[in-house]
């Protein structure tokens, strides 16, 4: 009875860690997103 609950705390563990991985991939993306925008905005605006 014990193996099956340290299975499932293990299986939730690496669910939190993918969940956390891929939300800060996707903070990464959006970054990048708003660094392109900003770095086209300057340009416009030098030119």
Same mark, same amino acid.
Request: proline share 5%.
């Given at each position: 009875m014990l193996?099956? #609950?340290?299975?499932?705390?293990?299986?939730? @563990?690496?669910?939190?860690?993918h969940v956390i991985v891929k939300g800060q991939s996707y903070l990464v993306e959006l970054l990048h997103i708003f660094y392109v925008l900003v770095k086209l @905005?300057?340009? #416009?605006?030098t030119i």
């Open positions: 193996i099956p #609950s340290v299975l499932l705390n293990l299986c939730l @563990r690496l669910k939190y860690i @905005r300057f340009d #416009s605006l």
